[in-house]
């Protein structure tokens, strides 16, 4: 059982968030948005992507469909494994120095982009209406994310062969609640392409609380959810997490919160017997807890960029991270 984290982090120093992102088992390339709108994971995903402009005073991604058509020719004849998806140096403050430190030492890398589908939430047209509602774009932006991803792996996996990336995916918690016109079966038919077009394993971060049974359901291999502020909700999902671990899967828990006045109420012990809870029921199903842990990364529940101290409770949680991880393995 190995620790790691999301990869947004709260810092305005490359390399303190380097630091921090190293001290854990599988180091991750951090995305610092509190330093600049380039490193928002939204705009770092949407590169290469035609009828883009990012807007850097607004902060906001838009979509224009003339440009879109414009450069869609050419952008479709691509190989998935070009350049253009690649990480650039300057689309990222961190990621220079995340290839120098990285190497096959550790037991894997991690990497991380926005999902299509949050991304397609996100980017807008000049009405403000979001490209989830447009066949054209959203189809694109699904293989353009997955050509990000598929990139970013072969790279990452140049320097270390068990490297993995995941896609965050926030979207998800509301996909169902308020948006009309963008049905449950599109939704679905939608990741199901995504996760077909991904070199595994096929990763999925939420921090929210999503349709469980729409993700279960899905081919995805890898959850990274929030186990603290979810565990009850969890609970009543287990069937669907014990089959995702018995068919080979793994679950990245967020085991630790990481705002400063949940993480001030706890301590290592109370953290470790609250996912032991969890555990337990999955102990239900029939998975031995040998197995749970075999399939099993321990990380901090969410990202959060919103605190008083900014990174001070972040960097604890990660220190608390690797006591948590400890005390299960007893």
Known sequence: MLTTAMGILPHRDPARALELAFSLDIPFWPQLPNLSYSEDTYVQTVSGMPGIEVDYEGLRILFHEDDFYAGLEDYLALEPGDDIFSVSPDESATYPGFLQRASADYPALRGQFMGPISLCLMVKDPENKPIIYRDDAREVTIRHVANRVNRHLADL????????????????????????????????????????????????????????????????ELISLDAYNNRDILVGYRSGLSRLLARGGTIAWGAIPTHTALLEEESPHNLAERLEFLWDKLGEEGLEREFIVGHSLITPATCCLVNPDLTATVEKAFAVVGEVRDLLLR
Do not use: K, M
Not at 168 to 196: H, K, M, N, V
């Open 157 to 220: 996996r140049a320097i270390n062969p068990r490297s993995f990336v995941w896609v965050d995916e926030p979207g998800l918690e509301f996909l169902f609640t308020g948006i009309t016109g963008y049905t449950s079966e599109r939704a679905r038919a939608d990741l199901a392409l995504f996760l077909s077009l991904l070199e595994g394993p096929r990763g999925v971060h939420l921090c929210g609380n999503p349709d469980w049974d729409f993700l279960l359901q899905s081919e995805v």
